[in-house]
């Protein structure tokens, strides 16, 4: 046999053993992964019928998926062990392991909370936010906020960039900012603050307690943050206005937390797993918003009769004087400062670049489907 035909069989015999090593380490794998299941379980800030609960289940699966039975999370909506608003003093505490929710839900811990979900309106969208979160300086001052400043035991993600939430619904037409003074809205977070800043009496209420609220006379008006969650707690049956733009809440995300103490005793894959599941629902649950939002808008106007509205121009201008004088005020915390700045560092570079670059969508909106009556 030739040198060529020696080294070709020698080869050969190589593949062949490490091929039938790595099917014995294949076969051996899952029975090892098996025994080491981590089961961790987590608690909504959501009601069953809320769409939110239905963006908190897919994140929860696509863990699961890849997770291939080594982890899995059991999921529970909001209430079932901690009250909705709660959830962080649940995760911090151990009495769940994890949570989907909102930053503002806890604000009243520290107002920054707010600064990463519904802060002040420097320009950027949603989409541009959980950017600055990424890439821009954001994740690093939340996780100042939790570890040196609060000192909770917990980790977190942020996930979906939400549209920008509405001015809420009404018995009557807002035609200007006055109508709104004296007027007990409900909303959440710095909001409460910029709207009682502009003459409303605000009480704040998980979106499961919204409408007997309004129902027992308790709120005037409310908002909670889009059409299908609107509508599928019955917003429609006691409001027939639903106006629609705003700057109190233009920007939000949810909260995807974990104990501190249980994420990192995780091996560093399902730690991954995690993380970029996290960024895969973000992705998933905006373009289902987009189609749900969408369809339950239509079926607010033409099924449920609902008069939507433009907020005007006047609510805007309003807001944003209000808005001023809260960052000014917020600004006197150092913290709170430096978080801001950063944002508006991001925002004045991301979003020029943004506005300078984009097509004008409404010219070619309107050039199919006829003039926008706003």
């Known amino acids: 046999m030739s040198t060529a035909a020696n080294r070709n069989v020698t080869n050969r015999r190589k593949f062949l053993t490490g091929a039938a090593l790595a099917g014995v380490a294949t076969m051996a794998m899952p029975e090892v992964s098996r025994a080491q299941t981590t089961?961790?379980?987590?608690?909504?800030?959501?009601?069953?019928?809320?769409?939110?609960?239905?963006?908190?289940?897919?994140?929860?699966?696509?863990?699961?998926?890849?997770?291939?039975?080594?982890?899995?999370?059991?999921y529970l909506v909001g209430g079932a062990v901690v009250h909705p608003f709660q959830v962080l003093d649940g995760v911090h505490g151990g009495q769940i392991d994890a949570a989907h929710t909102v930053t503002v839900y806890w604000y009243g811990k520290h107002k920054a909370a707010s600064l990463f979900g519904t802060g002040p309106v420097f320009g950027f969208n949603a989409n541009e936010g959980l950017g600055w979160i990424h890439n821009g300086g954001g994740r690093e001052l939340f996780h100042e906020l939790q570890t040196q400043i609060m000192k909770v035991n917990i980790v977190s993600f942020f996930v979906m960039p939400m549209p920008t939430q509405p001015l809420g619904w009404f018995k009557k037409p807002v035609k200007s900012a006055a109508d709104l003074k004296g007027l007990k809205y409900r909303t959440v977070g710095l909001a409460a603050d910029l709207f009682q800043a502009m003459g409303l009496r605000v009480a704040q209420l998980p979106g499961g307690e919204i409408v007997p609220a309004m129902e027992r006379g308790v709120i005037d008006a409310f908002e909670f943050n889009n059409p299908t969650s609107d509508r599928r707690f019955g917003a429609q049956d006691v409001a027939k206005n639903f106006m629609m733009g705003s700057y109190h809440q233009a920007t939000e995300y949810f909260e995807i937390m974990f104990n501190r103490?249980?994420?990192?005793?995780?091996?560093?894959?399902?730690q991954a797993i995690l993380q970029y599941a996290a960024e895969a629902a973000s992705s998933a649950n905006e373009?289902?918003?987009?189609?749900?939002y969408s369809k339950d808008l239509q079926e607010l106007i033409t099924k449920d009769k609902?008069?939507?509205?433009?907020?005007?121009?006047?609510?805007?201008?309003?807001?944003?004087k209000a808005w001023d004088g809260l960052i000014e005020q917020l600004g006197k915390d150092p913290f709170m400062k430096k978080v801001m700045?950063?944002?508006?560092?991001?925002?004045?570079?991301?979003?020029?670049?943004?506005?300078?670059?984009?097509?004008?969508?409404?010219?070619?909106?309107?050039?199919?489907?006829?003039?926008?009556?706003?």
Do not use: C
Not at 356 to 372: I, T
């Open 306 to 320: 609902v008069n939507v509205i433009r907020t005007p121009q006047d609510v805007f201008q309003a807001q944003i």
């Open 341 to 374: 700045d950063s944002q508006k560092a991001w925002v004045k570079r991301v979003v020029y670049f943004g506005l300078f670059n984009s097509a004008d969508y409404r010219v070619a909106y309107e050039h199919h489907f006829g003039k926008l009556k706003l």
């Open 261 to 270: 103490t249980k994420f990192n005793a995780l091996p560093k894959e399902q």
């Open 287 to 292: 373009w289902k918003a987009m189609d749900y």
């Open 39 to 74: 089961t961790l379980k987590m608690q909504g800030s959501w009601g069953a019928k809320d769409v939110f609960n239905e963006f908190a289940e897919d994140y929860v699966k696509r863990v699961n998926e890849m997770a291939g039975g080594r982890l899995k999370i059991d």
